[in-house]
């Protein structure tokens, strides 16, 4: 399988980093270029009364406050687990569903494989695959390398 271009998930949490050596070391190997993505979730679903106007330019500053802190995160994730590889952030923009989401992500910017830990979740984790790697199994045209993460 020829990869030129593979996109990487990551919840952000120290368990998804597992899946950053073995993508880091693909990406060497056959000199690819890494697209790591995040998924930001949904805002709060609120609506302000009249006397709360305000509140919407609030709450958008705030998402974009949220954005920029994680945006930073990746980049020092990138820079400290990939070894020096170029590694284009992506965040995303939750939609009802990760998978079709990152499935569009890839399909859009051309990416040949999607690298995606477990769920690992203990003893049931390790016996059924987690809702959203099932679901981007069946959204994704592209292959999807699911990478065992458990935690100890």
């Known amino acids: 399988m020829e990869i030129k271009k593979l996109l990487v998930t990551t919840d952000l949490s120290e368990l998804s980093t597992a899946v950053f050596e073995t993508a880091a070391y693909e990406a060497k190997m ?5 697209n790591l ?3 930001i979730g949904p805002p709060t679903q609120y609506y302000p ?3 709360e106007i305000g509140f919407e330019g609030i709450l958008s500053e705030y998402r974009e406050q949220e954005k920029e802190a994680i945006n930073k995160k990746m980049n020092e994730f990138a820079k400290k687990n990939f070894h020096g590889l170029d590694v284009e952030v992506s965040i995303l ?3 009802g569903s990760e998978a079709e989401l990152i499935a569009k992500h890839a399909k859009a910017n051309k990416c040949d494989a999607i690298m995606i830990a ?7 984790g390790q016996v059924f695959i987690g809702s959203t790697v099932l679901r981007l199994l069946q959204f994704a045209n592209c292959p999807v390398i699911v990478i065992p993460v458990h935690e100890t």
């Open 37 to 39: 993505v995040h998924v």
């Open 30 to 34: 056959k000199g690819a270029k890494i």
């Open 49 to 51: 009364s009249e006397m």
């Open 118 to 124: 477990s769920a690992g979740r203990g003893a049931l």
């Open 93 to 95: 923009n939750y939609e």
